[in-house]
Nanobody, 120 residues
Framework: QVQLVESGGGLVQPGGSLRLSCAASGFAFGSYAMGWYRQAPGKERESVAR????????DYADSVKGRFTISRDNAKNTVYLQMNSLKPEDTAVYYCNARDYFSARVMFNWGQGTQVTVAS
């Protein structure tokens, strides 16, 4: 049974930082590209960052480029999202999923996500 468990969210002031984690189980984690996504209230879920199966390549949405860093530890079946210089518009529920690196296709059902709120 596939499980994706996101954690690390919280309330942070503008300009602050958070590190999200996603613990994956039930599939061959090291064989899949992984992605972080977010969904703000009233908006569709959007891709934020992606990383290839062996972390040889990463890519970011323009809105987070230079501020967010995706990484992974295949030994721990975990993908991370380091978020710096946070802005109020980064407020959303953040999710991870395995994905096809070159298409928008995600592989599994979504987890519960982790809430990130950026406010003063």
């Amino acid at each position: 049974q596939v499980q994706l468990v996101e954690s690390g969210g919280g309330l942070v002031q503008p300009g602050g930082s958070l590190r999200l984690s996603c613990a994956a189980s039930g599939f061959a984690f090291g064989s899949y590209a992984m992605g972080w996504y977010r969904q703000a209230p009233g908006k569709e879920r959007e891709s934020v960052a992606r990383v290839t199966s062996r972390a040889s390549s990463t890519d970011y949405a323009d809105s987070v480029k230079g501020r967010f860093t995706i990484s992974r530890d295949n030994a721990k079946n975990t993908v991370y999202l380091q978020m710096n210089s946070l802005k109020p518009e980064d407020t959303a529920v953040y999710y991870c999923n395995a994905r096809d690196y070159f298409s928008a296709r995600v592989m599994f059902n979504w987890g519960q996500g982790t809430q990130v709120t950026v406010a003063s």
